[in-house]
């Protein structure tokens, strides 16, 4: 464990805030100044909104920007064109900015003490840097997730709907944070709300486009989403592919097998209303948008790190098997994209074997195993999560 004085050098707002604040600086000025193939995410995200005004499909290859294929809603590329209308320098340094001041904020809420806040940021700083280097919209995607949680447990019902909305038209798979809908009063009535902000949005582009051409783009959004949907990289199916060759084929077997086990534990229904229960059920559902995601990439796994860390400092700082998979978490998971893993050793296994999977796919199991027997572990997690809180006092020393 670190000293006092080291944890109040480290979990100082200021620092944690500068530390954002500064990379996210650095990091969009060096790929800039790096040329367009450095930040050719961001073009991909950008150009699309010209070809919406003009009416032509978005799902074609960009010869300016190295034929890459555009995959996200149209209501997405109208999204940007707040970014898309400004050079590329001052756009790409905005949109990181606000990637990570939506993830920052929503981590700002997401504990009701300052520590733990601030240790969250700190746990999730490397593979924020990771997703912040591609210029995705993967730390949005999470802090919006998260947002969305935020907002049903402070009953702020109708900004949960236009969170959860967002990040489904983002990536359809954000939709999966609305399962926790179940757990807060009126829950018909919320997800109608949702659905509504889901709708409106998605019909934004009839603002600039005609509705013959609204189908045809949309048509093609979805054609694209089952086109990308056929090959296989980080996630359990890959990891079941590289290490016991089963066949891509399976994977609508493994992903109903997932979705079957992720909504199992509803049965014990008159735990809804538990804090403990809600926050391992967005744990899971964080971790399992990317496991199961047979396309996940590198900068994806943000959005599984931010789950398994907020499981992490609820339940698992008190346990062997919290530090165990901690451990594996950072040296397999977040370590595994960065300069200190040699490219050889990445090449030769870590890319062969999906190695940064597999330290979530055991999280997600030693979650869901919790979630399963819930009534066997509620006892346990309240005492966890009351040690946890003891942990961590409300003001900063």
Known sequence: ????????????????????????????????????????????FVDPFFLLLKGQ????????????????????????????????????????????????TAARRLFPDVRRQLLFLLLCLIDMMTALHNSQANCLLVGLMLWTYINLEN??????????????LIKIYGIGIGLIFLFYPQPIRNGAVAFAWLALLAFTPLLVVSWPNFRMIYQDWLAVVRESATGIQLSLMG????????????????QAIGMLLLLAPLVWFRFWREADYRR?????????????????????????VAGFMFWFIWYGRGTRLGWALFALVLIFTTLSATDLNPPALRHAYFDVYKLKAVPMILAWAVIQAQLLLYPRWRARLQAAAAESAQLAPTEIA
């Open 155 to 168: 009953e702020k019902y109708s900004w949960a709907g236009l969170c959860v909305a967002l990040a489904a």
């Open 239 to 254: 990891v079941l592919e590289s290490w016991f060759g089963v066949a891509p084929t399976a994977k609508g077997v493994v």
């Open 280 to 304: 391992l059920y967005v744990a899971s559902i964080l971790i399992f948008v990317v496991i199961f995601n047979q396309m996940a990439e590198s900068p994806t796994f943000i959005i599984a």
């Open 1 to 44: 464990m670190l000293s006092p004085r080291i944890q109040r050098i480290l979990l100082n707002p200021r620092l944690v805030l500068g530390l954002y604040v500064v990379l996210t600086i650095v990091v969009s000025f060096q790929h800039y100044f790096k040329g367009q193939f450095s930040y050719h995410n961001y073009r991909t």
């Open 57 to 104: 499909t978005l799902y074609q290859p960009m010869p300016d920007n190295f034929n890459e294929i555009y995959k996200y809603s149209p209501a997405f590329a109208l999204f940007m064109a707040p970014f898309a209308v400004l050079p590329d320098w001052l756009g790409l340094l905005l949109w990181n900015a606000l990637n990570n001041v939506v993830f920052y």
